[in-house]
């Protein structure tokens, strides 16, 4: 169902993030637009890719994969969602960055993985601040020793935070989720720990993207709002 193209949705989006950063007193060039493609035909992607947009989120090992054999441009993929160790072979090599990083046992696959090929993954560490039971994520208070531990690994590059605060029906409701990851990422960058330079806050989506960028995002991560209503999350 499309009232709109994808083509009148990515500008109307870039828009929004362009006024929510000016609002903020950033660059909007800070804010990257993550968009995200799954359960959307490689079409989409592809026609997206036509109108600029070269970065896609993508949650399913094996909907990526196919995805990522299908598209001809030349797009960057991060992987978004729930990573079992057991799938990061899969994905070796084809993201240029992992938001979801929440365990050492994962960091510790990739880590493997990559070095392998003989490269480094760019990495996110995501944090379930509201510490929900159904949602991935390291707890804030563990948060500080499991940078220490994934910092020590030769193929994994920590570039900043990740969340997915509770749903709200108003995006103020987040506001201070995103406040508290910033004031992590801070907190994490002033212990100045060796190999991690916290650069990215993967935060917001299509229902409170603004707000996250006001409170400091630099990658977010827009899937409905750009390719219209999935039927599963
Ligand atoms: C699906 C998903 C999004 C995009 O959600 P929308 O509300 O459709 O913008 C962003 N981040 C993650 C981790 C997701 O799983």
Redesign the pocket.
């Known amino acids: 169902m499309h009232i709109k193209s994808l083509a009148d949705n990515l500008n109307i989006i870039r828009e929004r993030i362009s006024r929510a950063a000016l609002r903020a007193g950033r660059e909007p060039s800070a804010v990257r637009l993550v968009a995200?493609s799954?359960t959307h035909p490689v079409a989409m992607v592809d026609e997206a890719a036509r109108n600029g947009q070269l970065l896609f989120?993508e949650?399913y090992v094996q909907e990526l994969m196919s995805k990522a054999a299908e598209v001809m441009a030349p797009v960057d993929w991060h992987f978004?969602?729930h990573l079992q160790s057991n799938k990061v072979k899969q994905i070796t090599g084809l993201v240029s960055m992992i938001?979801?990083v929440d365990r050492f046992s994962l960091a510790q696959e990739i880590d493997r993985q990559w070095g392998k090929l003989g490269r480094s993954c760019d990495i996110l560490v995501q944090v379930n601040i509201a510490r929900e039971k159904t949602k991935s994520g390291a707890a804030a208070d563990e948060l500080f020793s499991l940078v220490r531990e994934i910092a020590r690994l030769s193929h994994v590059r920590i570039r900043g935070l990740m969340t997915?605060p509770p749903f709200f029906d108003d995006p103020e409701g987040a506001r201070p989720y995103f406040r508290e990851l910033k004031r992590l990422a801070d907190k994490v960058s002033a212990q100045g720990i060796a190999g991690v330079a916290i650069e990215e806050l993967s935060m917001g989506?299509?229902?409170d993207f603004e707000v996250a960028i006001e409170e400091g995002a630099t990658l977010v991560?827009?899937?409905?709002?750009l390719f219209g209503e999935?039927d599963y999350?």
């Open positions: 995200v799954k989120g949650n978004i969602g938001h979801s997915m989506m299509s229902g991560r827009v899937g409905s709002a999935r999350r």
